[in-house]
């Protein structure tokens, strides 16, 4: 039984409120079954005041989102010197600008979309790029304001520019890449299985496809080939090191297979805060590796520190 107060900080003020107070109770129960004391913190703006004062040995973060999963809660974990889970203040703050973590992921050799990012005003009646394409906001995360543009599609979405937007003013317009989609999880500097994660439904692996129960099927491990799985598994540790991540990671994938079995492999992104709630991806893999929820969050607890 550890004697470890552990605050996990939860909620915030992102689109992904929700999913973190999933996510941290989730979490917060699994730690007071594994004997550590247990203080669940619904994060707002006097965040540094309410640690100052409660002063754990631990922060278990479970914030997901702007101000959670992108450096900015981190620096203030650093200030206070009190030590943390999941990935430090550089490494949170790059994986989550999609164009910057591209650049860095390209760079180390992992295969990206082609992609460019201009601002939402820019949107006119014609295509940024050829359709099909996918219009992404540069710095959010659970698929919120993801559009798809289909190849027949008249004109770019009009929903981009206009006041009903609220995800930034700078938009990455990326190639649509077919196929399925794969993710790979990383603990520490190991990765974890492949997942396939199949959408039920005729949509994308949106918000409700991630969270909502039975909104999509997640096959572990992924049926394909032993090449293109360990494939996968090494692309995902590449970008967990390349970012500087810490702790847990999980990066996505586009595997286009329909003309042949190698087909082409393209990383999405890399996500430094993944969902830890019933339904979320990374608890599965650690299961198909033999960690238990209980095993996972603590050995998250006892790998965590300052200076990540």
Same mark, same amino acid.
Request: charged residues 20%; proline residues 6%.
């Given at each position: ?83 943390? &889970? %999941? ?5 949170? *703050? ?8 591209? !650049?860095?992921? =390209? #760079? ?108 999509? &099927? %997640? ?5 394909? *080939? ?8 090494? !692309?995902?540790? =590449? #970008? ?69």
């Amino acid at each position: 039984m550890s004697g470890k107060h552990v605050a996990v900080l939860m909620g915030g003020f992102s689109s992904e409120r929700p999913v973190s107070l999933s996510s941290g109770n989730a979490c917060a129960d699994a730690l007071e079954g594994e004997g550590y004391k247990v203080t669940r913190v619904d994060v707002d703006r006097n965040v540094t005041a309410v640690l100052a004062e409660l002063r754990p040995d631990v922060c278990f973060n479970a914030l997901h989102g702007p101000y959670g999963e992108d450096g900015t809660i981190q620096g203030i974990l650093e200030y206070l010197e009190i030590p943390y &889970t %999941h990935s430090g203040v550089l490494a949170s *703050s790059l994986s989550m600008d999609k164009q910057q973590a591209k !650049l860095v992921a =390209k #760079a180390a050799g992992i295969p990206v979309a082609e992609a460019k990012v201009l601002s939402r005003f820019e949107f006119g009646n014609t295509h940024p790029i050829k359709p099909p394409y996918v219009v992404k906001p540069v710095r959010e995360g659970s698929s919120f304001g993801v559009v798809i543009v289909k190849e027949n599609q008249a004109h770019p979405p009009q929903v981009i520019g206009s006041s009903e937007w609220r995800y930034g003013e700078e938009v990455m317009v990326e190639r649509y890449v077919y196929g399925r989609e794969l993710t790979c999880g990383v603990m520490g500097n190991v990765a974890l299985g492949v997942t396939e994660v199949v959408p039920n439904g005729d949509t994308f692996y949106d918000y409700d496809a991630k969270y909502a129960a039975g909104g999509s &099927t %997640h096959v572990i491990p992924a049926r394909i *080939s032993p090449n293109i799985y360990q494939k996968i598994q090494s !692309l995902a540790l =590449k #970008a967990h090191q390349a970012m500087g991540c810490r702790g847990v990671s999980r990066s996505d994938f586009r595997y286009d297979d329909r003309f042949s079995e190698n087909g082409e492999v393209i990383w999405l992104e890399v996500n430094t805060q993944p969902g830890m709630t019933p339904t979320s991806l990374v608890p599965e893999m650690a299961a198909h590796a033999g960690h238990s929820f209980g095993d996972l969050v603590r050995w998250m607890v006892e790998d965590a520190s300052c200076s990540r």
